[in-house]
């Protein structure tokens, strides 16, 4: 299941408007922001879903019976552009447990790439929803070799896919891998480059979030 949060959030159109614009992207602070904004609107409508159950609580006068998200969430994200979006969404869902991916493109002398993922740290996800934040939906071939790999880690009850923008490829590729999975997205752009940026898009999320990297 695919949902475009800007179809139904105007704010959300804002901040991805900002996250886009070369006039305002270089505030590197608005940047995150605009990033964590959007992973607090996606916790907020992915809460929606969650099993909630009954529990009794005390209040300073009486007792009273309240609903509470049933089982916690695990929340996980690919280092080091994922950062901002992953922190919005533990700022909604702030008792989730968090599991953490470094991935990185290896490119050769033809300027292709393959993922290499080199460190995964996850809590157990055994019967318990799944969150997974990548800010830039490109291909989908580093949020496939991540999710591959945190899968080892037990079996979610629920799958949820969280990105400020997504290629419509990045999205079709994820939807053919795991049928399952809820995908939230910002916005979807059209097309890919050659090098695996989505354009128009934004530009690299990580550098903007944190200055750009040496290429080595
Ligand atoms: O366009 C893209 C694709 C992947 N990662 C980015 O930061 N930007």
Redesign the pocket.
């Known amino acids: 299941m695919l949902t475009i949060l800007s179809e139904n959030f105007s704010l959300v159109n804002e901040w991805i408007n900002e996250l886009r614009n070369v006039d305002v992207q270089h505030d590197r602070m608005r940047f995150r922001r605009n990033m964590e904004r959007i992973g607090e609107i996606a916790a907020f409508e992915i809460s929606k879903g969650l099993e909630q159950r009954e529990v009794e609580i005390q209040t300073p006068l009486d007792t009273i019976k309240v609903k509470e998200i049933a089982v916690q969430p695990v929340i996980t994200t690919i280092l080091r552009?994922g950062v901002p979006l992953f922190e919005g969404i533990l700022n909604y869902l702030d008792r989730a447990d968090c599991g953490f991916v470094a991935a990185y493109r290896k490119h050769d002398a033809n300027d292709y790439f393959s993922i290499k993922q080199d460190y995964l740290t996850c809590p157990s996800i055994e019967g318990r929803p799944l969150i997974v934040g990548d800010?830039?939906l490109?291909t989908g071939a580093s949020l496939i070799e991540a999710i591959k790999d945190l899968l080892t880690h037990g079996k979610p009850t629920q799958l949820h896919i969280v990105a400020a923008?997504a290629s419509r490829q990045g999205v079709e590729t994820i939807e053919k891998a795991y049928p399952e999975a809820k995908i939230w997205v910002g916005a979807i752009d059209d097309e890919l480059t050659s090098k695996?940026?989505?354009?128009p898009?934004?530009?690299?999320?990580?550098?903007l979030s944190y200055g750009e990297k040496l290429q080595r």
């Open positions: 552009a800010p830039m490109a923008i695996g940026y989505i354009t898009g934004l530009g690299d999320a990580g550098d």
